[in-house]
């Protein structure tokens, strides 16, 4: 039945085929080395250990597993103690766990946006926070990223003054998706006191923090937020498994009921055997040594990637150099549009992510998003290689 015999919310009618899923679909295929998701290895899942957790709980607490149950309190209390050891002092009251940080933007967009209000995003920036704010018909003024510190403190201030007031911001923190920058240690304090001195909720969106593999972690924005704006989104689906699909908000207590509520209208709750299997991973003390295993063998092919591009590519483009996370930025040429080259990297079996799509008008046309977690690091060089066959190609037409 064609869409157009529904009768369609203006939401509904405005919405757009999802471009990362359409070129993600040209990845699948086992002969394309796939530069393209964001997905962990396989290998490096902690498949053992979680199914022994998995036995354990159902074999231990049974029907209760499986039933619809209030959030667990002891995954709560771990979290806010894992908050406490990254300089954010708070509560399981304070805790507020979620399907992943999508669903965490989800629910707090529905909190403080109404439809045609202001929001501040970065002009380069996750999909799926496009979904949130442009998705909802916000009003987006965008700021400036710099690759080597992080997004532009003096860009944030003239956006949270300008008036109307903007209902919330958003900004990734550490190894930024796609752009694999971390916001500098001295701008965090900058922009949460930004965020308290014009009274606008600053959504810190931090899901990659635990994959760092160089330097020294770095405290969140929210370790600097002693007026309760800065909304703090965390994820174990990047830490332990995509598929468990949990996550958490950090937040002021006394919004925990209308949150609740809000949630309510999505989902109900999170799987209560996924919870109380993952409270189990971590009380086992797996985590910190899978954390460590899986930056190892990211950091090794991050090297690996800089390497390749530094040999195949070094006259004809720029990247950035994360010190953590599963992404590399590259640059090319203006002129370059990568979303046009994309069918013929496919071609050469090689795919990637057409810059183009994180910014809001396009304008990043001459840059690309590469995954280096999800290949083998001899892979990883058999890709760049054949992407810079293409890429030379189109610089010749």
Known sequence: ??????????????????????????????????????????????LDDLRECIDLVLSRDGPKALQYSPQHLPLRAWIAEYMGSKGVPCTAEEIFITNGNQHGLAILSRLFLDQGEPAVIEEVTFTGIH??????????????????????????????????????????????????????????????????????????????????????????????DEAGMVFYLGSFSKMLAP????????????????????????????????????????????????????????????????????RHLSDVARWSKPEGGVFVWVSLPEGLETTEMFHRAIEKQVAYIPGGVFSVDGSTKNALRLNFSNVTPEAIDDGVQRLATVIRQALHE
């Open 131 to 224: 979904q949130v704010t442009v998705g909802r018909e916000a009003e987006v003024r965008t700021l400036p990223t710099d690759l080597d510190s992080g997004v532009c403190v003096e860009s944030f201030a003239e956006a949270l003054k300008a008036s109307p007031k903007p209902k919330f911001a958003v900004l990734i923190t550490d190894f930024h998706n796609p752009l694999g920058v971390s916001i500098a240690e001295e701008k965090r304090a900058e922009l949460a006191a930004l965020a308290a001195r014009y009274g606008v909720p600053l959504i810190e969106d931090d899901p990659y923090a635990p994959l760092r593999f160089r330097g020294g972690a770095i405290p969140p924005i929210k370790a600097h």
């Open 1 to 46: 039945m064609p869409t157009d015999a529904f009768r369609l919310s203006r939401v509904g009618q405005n919405l757009q085929r999802s471009v990362m899923r359409d070129l993600l679909r040209f990845a699948v295929d086992p002969n394309v080395i796939s530069l393209a998701g964001g997905l962990p290895a396989s290998e490096h899942l902690p």
């Open 243 to 310: 598929a468990l699909r949990l996550g958490w908000i950090a937040a002021p207590a006394d919004l925990m009921a209308r949150i609740t509520t809000l949630r309510e209208s999505f989902d109900l709750e999170s799987s209560t055997l996924f919870q109380r299997a993952v409270t189990e991973f971590v009380d086992r003390g797996l985590l910190e040594p899978h954390l460590q295993r899986i930056s190892a063998a990211h950091g090794a092919r991050r090297d690996t990637m800089l390497a390749a591009l530094e």
